[in-house]
């Protein structure tokens, strides 16, 4: 278990790597929407 928890940043930002772009997040391709 503490392996996975130490792999959890590496895995937010590969999710995120690439759906950044000048400070907006865009997770529309996750399924959230925008509030």
């Known amino acids: 278990m ?3 928890i130490f792999e ?3 895995a937010i930002k590969n999710t995120l790597t ?3 772009s ?3 997040v865009d ?3 996750l399924g ?3 509030q």
């Open 27 to 29: 997770l529309s391709e």
């Open 2 to 4: 503490q392996k996975e």
């Open 32 to 34: 959230a929407e925008r």
């Open 22 to 24: 000048h400070g907006e």
């Open 8 to 10: 959890q940043p590496n």
């Open 18 to 20: 690439g759906r950044i």
